[in-house]
């Protein structure tokens, strides 16, 4: 179906930012609604209508969703830049390619690195974040996620084990200065010394504190759950496993229901039958979809580098390139959050309402930034996805300007 005519002559009129999108469902705070009109005003969601609201022109989008636009929580970078390039314009590059893709909020992720360079990392996403008021329209820098450097070496996955240490609130405190406050998750393997004492500061601090790169016991995972922890990093990937007799952190993510599971759903980090199991044991509120996204993603097949380590990418999976030259282990995706919502649909594990919210509010309700994106209600940014019948993005907004369109 084609955008009517006048649309496509709105986009070009600067200083309009306030319509109303006629659709055949929306995806609402708590519902479903549809078919109707949501307005926007000066750049910000107002108010659901059966009926025509007066006064505003009216984009024709019949067949569509209107959905809430996606919100990765874990993403280390796209379109050949990644968060420890430590290049604020790098960082910007990547943000604009992930709004052409239906990402309209990130945290940058940050890796297992030497602190200096995790802290350089800090600063740079800081500097980017200041910079997107004069750059051009690009996804929403929400904070960051520093993943690690407090994991150990027996799950350490992609991440370098030369790096690893005890959880440190005083790290914490100095990367929070250096970012301007932008951290809003940091993650621990919770078997560390001080894991416990860690969770209790850093929630203190609003710093939301995820378990990961863990071969914690159940009983490890639990007692960093009631220190503080509420969400585990991409669920069943570099952790301990679930086993009836031992049930490891995979265990303990599925029997806490206060905490959110992170999920990579491209059907290669995790098998759409453990995907469902996993969906199945918290409930879809509680998962998340994250793309943990490297620098690859969006880029042709081939080399590439991802921290310390090289990996090569070759139909669609980045692997670790071992050193005799052979490919180990899969050290993180090419996925977009919009191929995730597509996935989880089409394994028959979520209903395409409730994967649209696993890409939407409940990563954004996860990692503490429920209140500036993740989701339609009235006063928030309007920042929305219009969806194909078959969930493909057709069209994004960014505070109510049309910014792609495909």
Known sequence: ????????????????????????????????????????????????????????????????????????????????????????????????????????????????????????????????????????????????????????????????????????????????????????????????????TFCAQATEMGVVCSLGHSNATYEQGLAAVAAGARVFVHTYNAMSGLLHRSPGLVGCAMATPTTTAELICDGLHVAPGAVAALVAAKGWEHVALVSDCLRCGGMPEGDYMLGDFPIRVTEGVARLIQEDGTLGNIAGSTLTLARAVQNVVAWGVASPEQAIRMASEVPARAAGIEKSCGSLRTGMPADFNILAPDLSVRSTYLAGRLVTEQ
């Not at 991440?159 to 959880?167: E, G, Y």
């Not at 932008?182 to 393997?189: D, V, Y």
Request: charged share 20%; proline share 6%.
């Open 1 to 196: 179906m084609e955008v009517l005519i006048k649309h496509l002559c709105w986009r070009g009129r600067k200083h309009m930012n306030s319509f109303a999108v006629h659709a055949h469902t929306f995806v609402l705070p708590g519902s479903l609604a549809g078919p109707g009109y949501l307005s926007v005003v000066d750049g910000t969601i107002g108010s659901w209508s059966p009926t025509p609201p007066q006064g505003f022109e009216i984009v024709e989008q019949l067949d569509a969703w209107v959905a809430p636009g996606y919100v990765d929580i874990h993403i280390h970078g796209f379109s050949g830049h990644d968060v420890m390039d430590c290049d604020a314009e790098g960082v910007l590059i990547a943000a604009q390619k992930l709004l052409q893709a239906g990402t309209t909020s990130w945290t940058p992720t940050t890796l297992t690195q030497p602190q200096d360079e995790i802290e350089q990392a800090c600063k740079c996403v800081a500097q980017a974040k200041k910079k997107q008021a004069e750059s051009g329209y690009s996804s929403r820098i929400q904070g960051i996620f520093l993943e690690g450097p407090f994991f150990v070496a027996d799950r350490a996955g992609a991440q370098n084990p030369r790096n690893m240490l005890d959880p440190n609130i005083a790290l914490i405190n100095r990367w929070q200065q250096v970012s301007d406050g932008l951290i809003t998750r940091c993650s621990l393997a919770p078997e560390r010394s001080g894991s416990e």
